[in-house]
């Protein structure tokens, strides 16, 4: 239950920007929450909720419309770290993390999917983690679902692009459904990663946040944490610099004292701050480890006739059917420029493709790629990660595969020509016969044209202190007060997009927190 | 002395290469140097012809590259990208200018630079880039026609051509809209007040879908 508008009462928390730091400065809290991502903005809410004196702290500055842009790729320069040009090394892919008030929420899709149970059976034995089933977790995605109004997106908004998946799924026999999202009265503008103009998006920054502080959370934007003091065993704060926003000029340096640290500040960057932080919360050897990641392949498929593609809700149906096999279908979709980019060709081949474009379709897999591990350290200096991840070769075919029931779901949905997108492959299938090529191809990992922007387990959770960074509720093995909450404690990837899961996650540990203050 | 003299003549050579003899840009450009303006025009040409192998009009409906401002384009877009990345496709940009110094193209000229190469070897040396056998090439390849395709399409002409243009959305005034201010400003600029917030027809949460041809046109 949400509380009256911020500007009809007397709030006691505050929110600062950029232009408001003039000096050097300390302040008291106790709780300090790095991130403002679904993971901080939970903890956060949840905490001033209960009567803590809480300081959200958020590198990046919030957004409002007139700061979104449409240009994609303008807009990832403003609003994704290393202005969105952050990849991988040994396989390449591109990654992507949010540097905004309200971390990724503000431009993702606004997907929430519980993983199903046997996700959670897997964490449980694998990780000893005996209070984390997907039961223990029901109620906490329902307190969430609750919050944000989670619901299935309803057939106004859905449009051709993402009805024609379900067509194609159900010619073939595979489930499908509308994907719930944490929108209220989405308009179908299908521009959710440049930023929801018409407002509906439930991005934390417009949900959570603000109720935190009407609750009395300060929230302190533009501040970059740079180390985490403490000794082996306990923390006390956090410290840093104020930073410009998009250029990350430095100004001035800031020191906040607290009873207890929440590190939010994703999967990527908190395993890089406990290392500047002198190796901190890493017995186990863990902390950057395990490094996983959903890739995403992206598959066009082109229609006969206009599919009308600008309208309809970004990513709205999906297909749960494969998620035992190891990957899970969706439809997307991006500005006409950040999607045209996976077109096929050159010279009037590619301006052939682009004028087909009003006729196109792009859905996408992404997989649950266990057996690519990786890592993230620090760089000498700053906090951006060196990111060492490679694809095996396994989930490499497991890709492929992907790849292959998304072409027969474009043809089964009535698709005149599809692009895998796969390099060896044909540019343009026109068959189902010619899809079958598909199945028979010698992949190698680097044939695969993949993205990603879910990303997990720098900071796993383990029962066991020797082999994990945290415990089942996301404190630090062998801390009272250090705790982690983003995306980097899953013990493996989750197979279904991630933010209901950590919010979920995040909804527990605050309980957990508020029981221990 | 021997090695003196081979020194020179090198740096002289890059010089030459790296430096000498490109055009000067249609517009004044912050970032870009004026090889890499040269690049990305030639670039720009190769990717997006205005004519086909045959001689005919490469599309009915988009602009050929050479009608869009692409180094223009590039120029705003790096000034927005922190530092390294700015230097990564810079880097990149001059990766393909030079590269026929190790993968020459076909024919006469098959060391020129890139943006000095006949229509017909840009589009080979382009091709090989694209379907090399080396992983790394390919990605370089991928990368750089990422930002030639982005750069093209981020003009609005061919994107209308397309009925892709972006809608014009009002955005309604929500209560954040009263505490966070736009990115530089102060909160004493924000210019919303409570009846902004709860003037009627402004909030478009209840409006209904943006559907149909119609509202677009
Ligand atoms: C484009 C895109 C689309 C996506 N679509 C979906 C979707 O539809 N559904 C879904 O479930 N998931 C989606 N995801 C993934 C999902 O958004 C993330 O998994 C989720 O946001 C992770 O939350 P988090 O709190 O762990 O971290 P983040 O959202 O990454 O937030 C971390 C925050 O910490 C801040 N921070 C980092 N370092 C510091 C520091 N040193 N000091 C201060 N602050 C710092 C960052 O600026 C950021 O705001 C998408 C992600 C992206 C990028
Ligand atoms: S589809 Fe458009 S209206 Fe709906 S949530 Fe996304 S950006 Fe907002």
């Not at chain 1, 939010?264 to 406990?274: E, F, K, N, Q, S």
């Not at chain 1, 979709?333 to 301006?351: E, N």
């Given at each position: 239950m949400r509380a009256e508008a911020l500007s009809t009462r007397e709030a006691e928390g505050e929110i600062r920007v950029f232009a408001q730091y003039e000096r050097d400065f300390v302040e008291e809290a106790d709780v300090v929450v790095v991130g403002s991502g679904p993971s901080g903005s939970v903890v956060t809410y949840e905490l001033a909720k209960a009567g803590h004196r809480v300081l959200l702290v958020e590198e990046g500055p919030p957004f409002t419309p007139k700061d979104f842009r449409i240009d994609g790729n303008v807009s990832m320069a403003r609003t994704m770290r290393e202005g969105g040009l952050r990849s991988t090394t040994g396989t390449f892919m591109p990654v992507m993390q949010a540097i905004c008030l309200g971390g990724a929420s503000l431009i993702n899709s606004a997907m929430c999917v519980r993983p199903p149970k046997f996700v959670f059976d897997d964490w449980s034995t694998r990780f000893d983690l005996e209070r984390t089933t997907r039961g223990d977790l029901d109620p906490h995605y329902d307190a969430v679902g609750e919050f944000l109004g989670i619901a299935p997106t309803p057939d106004a908004v859905q449009g051709r692009r993402n009805m024609l998946f379900r067509e194609g799924c159900d010619a073939l026999g595979y489930s499908s459904e509308p994907v719930p999202r944490n929108v209220q009265g989405c308009r179908g503008s299908g521009e959710c990663f440049t930023g929801c103009r018409?407002?509906?998006?439930?991005?934390?920054?417009?949900?959570?946040?603000?109720?935190?502080?009407?609750?009395?959370?300060?929230?302190?934007?533009?501040?970059?944490v740079q180390r985490v003091l403490g000794t082996r065993?306990?923390?006390?704060?956090?410290?840093?610099?104020?930073?410009?926003?998009?250029?990350?000029?430095?100004?001035?340096?800031?020191?906040?004292?607290?009873?207890?640290?929440?590190?939010?500040?994703?999967?990527?960057?908190?395993?890089?701050?406990?290392?500047?932080?002198?190796?901190?919360?890493n017995e186990s050897r863990q902390v950057g480890q395990n490094l996983q990641f959903h890739p995403g392949c992206a598959v066009a498929g082109v229609f006969p006739d206009e599919v009308d593609p600008l309208f309809g809700a970004t990513q709205s149906y999906h297909s749960l059917d494969f998620l035992r096999e190891g990957f899970k279908l969706?439809?997307?979709?991006?500005?006409?420029?950040?999607?045209?980019?996976?077109?096929?060709?050159?010279?009037?081949?590619?301006?052939r493709h682009l004028g087909e474009l009003p006729r196109t379709v792009i859905w996408d897999a992404i997989g649950s790629t266990h057996r690519s591990v990786g890592s993230v350290r620090a760089r000498s200096e700053g906090l951006d990660p060196v990111i060492r991840w490679s694809l095996n070769e396994d989930d490499a075919k497991l890709m492929l595969r992907a790849v292959h029931v998304l072409t027969e779901i474009f043809f089964a949905a009535g698709a005149e020509k599809v692009m895998p997108g796969v390099h060896g492959l044909p540019e343009e299938i026109t068959s189902t016969l010619g899809a079958q090529a598909i199945g028979d191809h010698p992949i190698r990992p680097r044939d695969l044209v993949m993205a990603s922007s879910h990303v997990f387990c720098t900071t796993r959770m383990h029962g066991d202190a020797a082999k994990g960074v945290v415990d089942e509720i996301g404190r630090c093995h062998g801390f009272d007060n250090l705790f982690i909450a983003d995306t980097g404690i899953f013990p493996r990837c989750p197979s279904v997009n991630p933010m209901y899961t950590v919010m979920a996650l995040a909804h527990r540990q605050a309980q957990a927190i508020r029981e221990q203050i | 002395m021997f090695i003196l003299v081979a020194l020179i003549v090198l740096l002289a050579f890059a010089f030459v290469r790296l430096r000498v003899g490109y055009p000067v840009p249609d517009r004044p450009l912050v970032i870009l140097t004026r090889a890499e303006a040269a690049f990305l025009a030639a670039a720009a040409?190769?990717?997006?012809?205005?004519l086909d192998e045959d001689g005919r009009a490469a599309s009915k409906v988009l602009r050929p590259g050479e009608a869009v401002d692409l180094p223009g384009y590039m120029d705003d877009y790096l000034g927005q990208l922190p530092k390294r990345q700015r230097f990564q496709i810079r880097a990149?940009?001059?990766?393909?200018?030079?590269?026929?110094?190790?993968?020459?193209?076909?024919?006469?000229?098959?060391?020129?630079?890139?943006?000095?190469?006949?229509?017909a070897q840009q589009r080979h040396v382009m091709h090989a880039w694209a379907e090399s056998r080396l992983y790394l090439r390919r990605v370089a390849f991928i990368a750089l026609k990422a930002l030639l395709v982005l750069g093209y399409l981020g003009d609005d002409t061919n994107l209308r051509a397309l009925g892709l243009a972006p809608w014009e959305i009002e955005s309604p005034v929500i209560e954040t809209d009263l505490i966070y201010p736009s990115i530089g400003a102060r909160p004493e600029q924000i210019a919303f007040t409570l009846e902004d917030l709860a003037a009627p027809g402004v909030d478009a949460r209840s409006a209904p879908p943006l559907r149909g041809v119609e509202e677009r046109t």
């Open positions: 018409p407002r509906a998006k439930q991005s934390m920054d417009i949900s959570y946040i603000p109720e935190a502080m009407k609750l009395g959370a300060r929230v302190l934007t533009s501040l970059q065993r306990r923390v006390w704060g956090v410290e840093g610099q104020v930073v410009e926003p998009f250029t990350g000029r430095a100004s001035h340096a800031f020191r906040i004292n607290a009873r207890l640290v929440v590190l939010a500040a994703g999967c990527m960057a908190t395993p890089v701050l406990l290392q500047r932080s002198g190796d901190l919360a969706e439809t997307m979709w991006s500005s006409p420029a950040a999607l045209a980019v996976r077109t096929p060709g050159m010279g009037a081949d590619l301006l | 040409a190769t990717f997006f012809p205005a990149l940009l001059m990766l393909f200018e030079q590269s026929s110094v190790v993968f020459p193209a076909r024919g006469l000229g098959a060391f020129k630079r890139f943006s000095s190469m006949s229509p």
